[in-house]
Structures are given as structure tokens and as C-alpha cells.
């Protein structure tokens, strides 16, 4: 009858837990040993985490085992402590930590992202398939990503995991978790700072990550959806709402316009990021989406605006004295991006700058803010980009079309450069007014070696430049700059290439890049000098400081 049967029957696994001194090797010699680590038998758990189990575990997977044993056997323990380590109990019980209301502690947070990490590497399917299976996960990492171990985590899942079909079915499902979204949702003034410049980051490397992947595996059966989404219109104006409606920060704008400089990004050499070993040392060109250049455009009217009236800023005590209106970090960003845009040469947004007037605001800046070399760098690139691009790429529009309309704005752009900016009589007026400064005893104004240039590049395009014949020297002016030019800017550029020869071949940075695609190649004396002088600069100031431009702009605090 049933009563003569014990119902409550206990595992052999709980009778060898009930003994003192059972060892872990009593425990995996049971056959029922995994079967009840995956019941989450709760005793069996706790005895596995101890610290001297798990590192037997540990031992067991990256030890040789004896080689005289029977080979049926001896690799028994080592595939048994391989089931339990990655079982999903054992990884319910790492889980739990996402689940510990923030902050997270920030040293803990980097063991667990890690040690997620590293088993995605080593057991991609199971873990992959453990966290898909917990509706939670993303929402949580999100939750903490104020925590940069956090960002880590996200991506491991986008650049560790192995081969492409499982690679793209995880980027698939985080596309349909609407992962990109939710990231540019945080990039908001209701935001605290960590979490907007972590979550501004993260966009940046997924954007970095996606494309270098797309560059170098092949054999990818279809694009990655991260990658469109972050390149859509709609995801690029949602982050610009994010920015400029209701109420404005510059913590907001910054971490906003650093997203939209890195879609910006035509080139990029393989020297940084997750992918080193694969890239380093290559350089990768990319095209620009025109989705991105269409959602920005409208826009630009704001970021005109950012650089009018920028986001209060209190005054600032500096080694020259107190600067009552610092330039600050969104207007430094909002130039960046200025620069980034024309040298796209995108006809339209040329058109929309040049109504806007934006370069005669830039250049206001330009002169106003004399020690700002970041601004002064941002504005001589703009200028670059005007002098030396072809019009539309040197196609002119079919007559009566949008194309010639765009193109004749293209060459609106130019004269205005000279008219209406001023450019050449507002070089001429500075530069008398720094030899008067000097002449009475005072310092040479900090943006001397950028007007240098500039007035460089100007004289060389006149000369060579694509767009020579239509650079005009305005009547008024014309004199003194041909005698500017044949005495004061030839004997500044002699002066200043005494050293030159011993100095020339100074490694390059990111930015010295930028100048070389800026102006043309030929190597006359005048490149040389522009070629010298921010080799010099930028050599001087990472060995003095130890970061560059990009990493200097993201720290709010110095900006001036």
C-alpha cells in the first residue's frame, strides 16, 4: 500500500552534505551532482561557493589531469567542475548582484563585469543564452551605467561574441530590446552627469566597435542593426531634441555633440578600443550617412545659437586674470562640430551656414578668446575646409536645379569669407594690434601661430588652391595685405623655420592629420611652417600633460 513508501526521500547529494568533512570529490562522483546544482539545491550551492571549492573548481578546468589514468575517467572532474561553474544556479547567484539598488561599488562592479565577461568569451552560448532569458538584464545594466563597469559589460556583448551567426542574433536582440534608444534617452538634462557621459560614451564605442567589425569580417550575412539605428535620422534627432528642447545644460550638449562628431568620423586609424590587435596600425575611411547630415541640419540653427548665448557660466579666476564670460565646453563642442560638417562639403549644410552666418560668429570667437588654442584649432579647420573643397565635389548643378542652387551657395560661402567676414582685414587689424602689444612690452597673444597659418593657407589658395579664382581681395584692403604678405608673414614664417629641419619628422597626432587632409600636399615653405608649428604644439603639450584634444574636451573643468 502507498503508505509503506517514504515519500520524502533525500537526495544522496544531501546525505554526503550531512557529513563533516565531505569532500568535492565525494560530491562530483555523484551522478545526481548537477542535477541538483540546477534544482538550485540551496546547501549544495553554498558548499560550491566556498572559497576553497571554487578554486578547486578553478584548478580542476585549467590543470592537466594525470596522464595515468584511465582516459574514460580522467577527464570526468575537469568537465563535471566545467557544468557546475557555468550552470545556470551558480549564475543566479553572480546575477544577483545587477540586482542591488545603486550606486554599485565601483571595484565590485568591475570583478562581476569582468567575470561576466570572460565567460561570454569561454561559454558564449549558455551565458548568452541565461541572460536572454532574464527580462530584466538590459534594463538593469542600464540602471547602473552610471557605473563604467557597466558599459564594459555592454561591450563584451557586442564585440566578444563568436561565430558572426550568434554575433549578429545577439546584436539583433539587442536592436529589438531597443538598446540604442534607451541609451540616447539617458543623454538628457534630467539625467545625472555620470549617467549621461557614460551612456554618451557607450554610443561612441558601440559606433567605433560596429564599424571596424563591419570593415574586417566579411562574411556578415546582413548589416548590423546597431549600427543603423544609430545612423538613422530619427535616433539623430531624437538625441538633438534631447539637447536643445526644454530646458538646455551644457553636460547634455557636450555628451550630445560627442555622439554626433563620432557618426561624423570619415577616418579613423587602428590604434585604440577593444579591436587593437586587429587594427592597429591600419587606417579605415568611412562614409558619412547622409541620414545623419539630414537629421543635423535643421538643427543647425541651435547650435548657431549655443555659440551666440551658450548655457551660463560663472566667472573664472585664470593666470591672466578673471575671465568674466568663459568660452566653455559646449561652445568648444558646437565649433568641433561646425568643422566636422563642413569638411563633409554636404551642399545644403553649407547653404544653411552660410545663411546663418555661423563663420562670422566663429570668427568673433576666434578673436575674442585669444588663449582658447582648442577654439582657435576648431576655426582654422573650418576656414581649411572652405579655401581647399571643390564646389559639390566639382560638379556643377544642372541649371534651374537644387544642385546649382547648392552650388552657388558653395561659392557664396567663399566671398563671404572675405566680405562680409572680413577674413583678411581682421588679420591685418590683430596682427598690428599684437606687434603694438609686444612693442609696448606685453605678451604675444595666444592665437598668433593659428592666424599664422591661417593667413598661410589663405596666400596658398590664392596660388593653388581649387577655389582660386574665386578668392577676391576686397579693394580696402589690398595693399596692405600684398605688403603683409611679401614682408611680415615671409619673415615670420623664415623666423619660425630655423629649427625646422631637425624637427620636421615629429610624429604626427590625430589632429596633425586633420591639418594634412585640410590643406593641399605640395611642400612649400609655407606648409612646412604650418606643418612645424603644431607638430610642436601638440608634441610639447602630450608630453607635458599626457592625453590630447579629444580627451582634454571631455573634462568640463578646464575648458576656458
Not at 571595484?107 to 563585469?113: G, H, N, Q, R, V
Not at 547602473?144 to 545577439?170: F, G, K, N
Not at 567605433?208 to 562574411?219: E, G, I, K
Not at 596692405?480 to 611680415?488: A, G, I, K, L, Q
Request: glycine content about 4%; proline content about 4%.
Amino acid at each position: 500500500m502507498f503508505w509503506k513508501f517514504d515519500l520524502n526521500t533525500t537526495s544522496h547529494v544531501d546525505k554526503l552534505l550531512d557529513k563533516e568533512d565531505v569532500t568535492l570529490e565525494e560530491l562530483m562522483d555523484e551522478d545526481d551532482v548537477l542535477q541538483e546544482c540546477k534544482a538550485q539545491n540551496r546547501r549544495l550551492l553554498d558548499f560550491l561557493c566556498q572559497q576553497q571549492c571554487m578554486e578547486q573548481l578553478v584548478t580542476l578546468i585549467t590543470h592537466e589531469p594525470p596522464v595515468d589514468m584511465d582516459e574514460k575517467v580522467r577527464f570526468k572532474y575537469p568537465n563535471t567542475a566545467c557544468e557546475l561553474l557555468t550552470s545556470d544556479a551558480l549564475l543566479n547567484i553572480l546575477y544577483e548582484f545587477l540586482e542591488h539598488e545603486p550606486p554599485l561599488n565601483p571595484l565590485l562592479a568591475s570583478f562581476f563585469s569582468k567575470t561576466i565577461g570572460n565567460l561570454i568569451a569561454r561559454k558564449t552560448e549558455q551565458v548568452i543564452s541565461f541572460l536572454r532569458k532574464k527580462d530584466k538584464f538590459l534594463s538593469l545594466v542600464l540602471k547602473h551605467i552610471d557605473t563604467s563597469a557597466m558599459m564594459d559589460l555592454l561591450l563584451r556583448l557586442i564585440s566578444c561574441v563568436e561565430p558572426t551567426a550568434l554575433r549578429q542574433d545577439v546584436l539583433n536582440w539587442l536592436n529589438e530590446a531597443r538598446i540604442i534608444q534607451r541609451l540616447v534617452e539617458l543623454i538628457h538634462s534630467s539625467q545625472d552627469e555620470d549617467r549621461q557621459s557614460n551612456a554618451s560614451q557607450t554610443l561612441c564605442d558601440i559606433i567605433r566597435l560596429s564599424r571596424d567589425q563591419s570593415t574586417q569580417l566579411q562574411d556578415v550575412p546582413e548589416p548590423d542593426p546597431l549600427l543603423t539605428a544609430l545612423e538613422s535620422q530619427e535616433c539623430v534627432e531624437q538625441l538633438l531634441r534631447n539637447m536643445f528642447d526644454g530646458e538646455q545644460s551644457e553636460t547634455c550638449i557636450v555628451n550630445g555633440t560627442q555622439v554626433l562628431l563620432t557618426l561624423l568620423e570619415t577616418r579613423r586609424s587602428g590604434v585604440e578600443g577593444l579591436m587593437d590587435s586587429y587594427t592597429q596600425g591600419f587606417e579605415r575611411s568611412y562614409t558619412v550617412s547622409s541620414s545623419i547630415l539630414h537629421g543635423i541640419e535643421p538643427r543647425l540653427k541651435d547650435f548657431h545659437q549655443l555659440l551666440l548665448r551658450p548655457p551660463k557660466k560663472p566667472a573664472i579666476l585664470t593666470t591672466l586674470g578673471v575671465l568674466e564670460e568663459p568660452l566653455g565646453n559646449a561652445r568648444l563642442h558646437g565649433s568641433r562640430l561646425i568643422a566636422a560638417l563642413l569638411h563633409t562639403n554636404t551642399p545644403s549644410i553649407n547653404l544653411e551656414l552660410c545663411r546663418l552666418g555661423t563663420m562670422d560668429l566663429l570668427l568673433d570667437l576666434f578673436f575674442k578668446y585669444t588663449w582658447n588654442n582648442f577654439l582657435h584649432f576648431q576655426v582654422e579647420l573650418s576656414i581649411a575646409a572652405i579655401l581647399s573643397h571643390s564646389v559639390h565635389e566639382g560638379k556643377q548643378g544642372e541649371p534651374g536645379t537644387k544642385d546649382e542652387a547648392a552650388s552657388a551657395m558653395w561659392n557664396s560661402l567663399l566671398p563671404q569669407l572675405f566680405q562680409k567676414c572680413c577674413l583678411l582685414q581682421r588679420i591685418l587689424d590683430a596682427w598690428e594690434a599684437n606687434d603694438k602689444i609686444q612693442a609696448e612690452g606685453g605678451r604675444r597673444r595666444g592665437n598668433m601661430g593659428h592666424l599664422t597659418r591661417i593667413a598661410n593657407a589663405v596666400v596658398h589658395n590664392m596660388e593653388k588652391g581649387p577655389m582660386q579664382a574665386q578668392i577676391k581681395l576686397p579693394e580696402d584692403c589690398r595693399g596692405r595685405w600684398e605688403s603683409f604678405v611679401e614682408e611680415t608673414l615671409t619673415e615670420t614664417n623664415r623666423r619660425n623655420t630655423v629649427d625646422l629641419v631637425s624637427t620636421h619628422h615629429l610624429h604626427s597626432s590625430s589632429e596633425d592629420e586633420d591639418i594634412e587632409s585640410a590643406f593641399p600636399n605640395e611642400l612649400t615653405l609655407q606648409q612646412a611652417f604650418s606643418e612645424y608649428q603644431i607638430q610642436q604644439m601638440t608634441a610639447n603639450f602630450v608630453d607635458q600633460f599626457g592625453f590630447n584634444d579629444e580627451e582634454f574636451a571631455d573634462q568640463d573643468d578646464n575648458i576656458k
